[in-house]
Structures are given as structure tokens and as C-alpha cells.
């Protein structure tokens, strides 16, 4: 059976079915990212003076990742391009730019939830905190029987409120040590990850969502790139107009990356 | 099948007006790598300019700064939504769908600016 308007234009949109449709989804995902924009917003403005964390973030890596992204949508442009003017080759290569930048986007987000995950905040009994990156557990460290000593890199502090913001001079000032902590000295261990506060929580929600979006799209581009180029040889328009649908979806991820990455890490 | 056996590997055939069969986009690769390259460069600096406003002492609130970095990332937006989605260049249908996504964006986001401050009793320690 023969799909109607994969190739042509309908008449009476204008466009192929498939640049609606992928418009359509596009249009109701603008809706998905803006509910968790909406939501952090409610979160932030919500949140007790000072306690809205700033400077939890690695800018550095945050940025690397935005020119990736920036970089992808270009290649991902230019594959396009070179479909429409029969450059197959040239094709193969900006897309297979595509996926490497990718797949490096996705590596340093890796990097960046390891981080996280590895990072603890730790209430003492005496009342301060011990925050800082995990080095070891003694072998025997159990909370529950309050037995071995658990060992950050990091620091101690009085009040919760000189870890919320580690962009003022004081916490960039802070020398970070090895700290050595008995179990029988901990009331509560909890590290960096989505439960940790509504700071984190929104930023695993909304930077997962989109990693997963990433996802799909490499997925979605690596097929493209590899067993699905086979049309390019039986059908070259309509394989010309998957890549642009394809390009469209990996714009939109770059796009929503263009605001997370301020407000998550810049704001 | 047979006649490909005579192409090259992944030759396919020309279309017949690369300009116009089947949608209204110039399409030249020269000219988009050089329309590409000032998108990425003017991308870099605006991506520097929203990290020196988040580093740069505007006084003791935030307001200020998180409203120039939105701005600078919208102008990235458009750039992204413009030239590399063809926004700018887009068939009626496609306007008349985002129409609705921006109203109801804009209503999602009133709503949310409506209720800023308006927390049910109970649900906040300030």
C-alpha cells in the first residue's frame, strides 16, 4: 500500500505529513518541558530567603555541553544539506559529527549525575554539617549499627545555609579536607541525588527528561546514519525528508537545552 | 531493482529543481556552512555573555540578572528556531500549530506567575 503525502505536498496543509506531524509532537512536548519550567519556577519562588541553592553546578561543564549541543543542531542542519544536494557522503559525515556530539553530551551529563551521586551532606549529631565528595567507607561502616567512619573531601559547617550558595567569597575561600566521620556521630546521610531537596529534584527531572530525549534522537540519527540509509538509495526525497524531521526533533532538544542550561546552572 | 547495479555506490538520482521540488528552502552547502559558522559564532557569544551576566555584581537580588540571561538565551532560541528549524521561512499550517502552543504556553506561564506567592496556608515557613 502506498503512503500518501510522504514525498509530495498535500494540498491543503502545505506541507508532507510527516513536517506536520512531527511539528504536532513537537508542539505538545513545548507543553511537557513547560509544565517542569512552570513547576521550577513555583519551586524556586517558593523556597525559603537563601535557600535556593546557587553554584551547585560545574558552568565549565554545563557550557561544553551547550556548544556540543549548538554544534549537533549544525551538523544535523548541514546532514540535511547535503541529502538535498545529493552529497551522500558529505551526508554520512556531518551526521556521524551528529552522533559523536552526542554521545559527549551525553558522557559529561553522565559525568555530571556521578558527581552528584557521589557528593553527601551529612547531619552530625554535635548539629553542623559535613558536606563533601565521598572518598571511602570503612569496611564495617553500617548507619543503622553506628559502627566504622565514613571519609569525604570536603568541609564542615555550621549552618546549611553556607552550603546554598557557593558562589559568594566565603564559600570559594572554604579549604576543602579529608574528613573523617564515626558512624555513631551521624544522624542523617543522604547524597546530592533527586531526593536530596527540590533543587535537585527538578534539576534530575528536567535534565534527565531531556537526556533521554537525547536519547531517543541519537538513536533515532544512528539508524538514520546506518541500516536506515538504505532508502537513500530507492527513495532519496522521502529519505531526505526523514532526516529533516529527524533534524527538527534534535533542534527542539537543543532548544530546551538553551534554557536549561541558565536556568540550571547560570541563575 | 537492476538499474542500480549501474549507479555508483550511493549515487541517487538529481531532482529536478533542488530549489523547489519539494519545499521552498534555498538549498545550498556552501552558503549554509557559511550561514552556520556565524550562527555557532554568534551562539559562543552569547553563551559567554549570559555566564559573564551570571558571574557580574548587579547588586544583592537576582531578579535583574536572571531576566538579562533569559533574554540573551531567547535571542539564542530564535536563532535556533529561526534559521536552523526554518521557522523563519515556514508554511501557514505550521504557524497556525505553534500559534496555539504559544497561547497556551503563555497561558501555562501566566498561570504559574499568577500563582507565584500564592501558597495554600501551611506549606511554607515564610
Known amino acids: 500500500m502506498e503512503i500518501p503525502y510522504t514525498v509530495e505536498l498535500r494540498p491543503d496543509t502545505g506541507v508532507y505529513n510527516a513536517k506536520l506531524g512531527i511539528w504536532l509532537f513537537l508542539a505538545s512536548e513545548v507543553m511537557l518541558f513547560g509544565g517542569l519550567f512552570s513547576a521550577y519556577v513555583l519551586l524556586r519562588v517558593g523556597a525559603e530567603p537563601g535557600m535556593w541553592p546557587h553554584g551547585w553546578l560545574d558552568v565549565r561543564l554545563g557550557t561544553i555541553n551547550t556548544l556540543l549541543l ?18 551522500f557522503g558529505k551526508f554520512k559525515f556531518f551526521h556521524a559529527c551528529t552522533i559523536c556530539l552526542a554521545l559527549g553530551f551525553l558522557c559529561i ?23 563533601g565528595h565521598l572518598v571511602e567507607k570503612s569496611p564495617d561502616f553500617d548507619l543503622v549499627k553506628k559502627t566504622g567512619t565514613v571519609t569525604l573531601h570536603g568541609r564542615i559547617v555550621d549552618d546549611r545555609r553556607d552550603l546554598m550558595d557557593l558562589r559568594t567569597p566565603e564559600a570559594r575561600a572554604a579549604k576543602l579536607d579529608e574528613v573523617t566521620i564515626k558512624a555513631s ?6 547524597n546530592y541525588g533527586p531526593k536530596h531537596n527540590t533543587y535537585t529534584a527538578i534539576y534530575f527531572t528536567m535534565t534527565g527528561l531531556h537526556a533521554l530525549h537525547i536519547l531517543g534522537g541519537t538513536l533515532v540519527i544512528a539508524y538514520l546514519w546506518g541500516p536506515g540509509s538504505a532508502l537513500w538509495r530507492r527513495d532519496p526525497e522521502r529519505f531526505t525528508n526523514r532526516i529533516e ?8 532538544v537543543d532548544l530546551v537545552w538553551i534554557f536549561l542550561f541558565p536556568v540550571l546552572y547560570l541563575t | 531493482m537492476s538499474h542500480h547495479k549501474s549507479e555508483p555506490a550511493h549515487a541517487a538520482p538529481a531532482p529536478s529543481d533542488p530549489h523547489t521540488a519539494m519545499d521552498s528552502h534555498a538549498v545550498d552547502l556552501p552558503t549554509y556552512i557559511r550561514r552556520c559558522a556565524v550562527i555557532f559564532l554568534v551562539i559562543l557569544c552569547t553563551t559567554a555573555a549570559m555566564i559573564a551576566t551570571s558571574f557580574a555584581h548587579f547588586g544583592e537580588g537576582w531578579t535583574l540578572k536572571v531576566a538579562i540571561i533569559l533574554a540573551i538565551a531567547v535571542v539564542n532560541a530564535f536563532l535556533v528556531a529561526g534559521y536552523l528549524m526554518h ?8 504557524y497556525t500549530v ?7 504556553f503563555i497561558g501555562l506561564m501566566g498561570l504559574t506567575v499568577w500563582a507565584t506567592n500564592n501558597f495554600p496556608i501551611g506549606t511554607v515557613n515564610h
Not at chain 1, 543542531?73 to 544536494?85: D, E, G, H, Q
Not at chain 1, 524531521?245 to 527542539?252: A, I, P, R
Open chain 1, 245 to 252: 524531521v529527524s533534524g527538527l526533533f534534535w533542534h527542539f
Open chain 1, 109 to 131: 551529563k553522565s559525568y555530571e549525575y556521578h558527581d552528584k551521586w557521589i557528593h553527601y551532606e551529612v547531619d552530625l549529631t554535635s548539629g553542623k554539617i559535613a558536606d
Open chain 1, 70 to 87: 549548538a554544534l549537533s543542531a549544525i551538523t544535523t542542519l548541514l546532514a540535511w544539506v547535503s541529502c538535498k544536494v545529493r552529497q
Open chain 2, 87 to 94: 521557522l523563519l521561512s515556514e508554511k501557514k499550517m505550521i
Open chain 1, 185 to 190: 556521630d551521624i544522624q542523617k546521610m543522604e
Open chain 2, 98 to 104: 505553534l500559534s496555539f502552543t504559544v497561547f497556551f
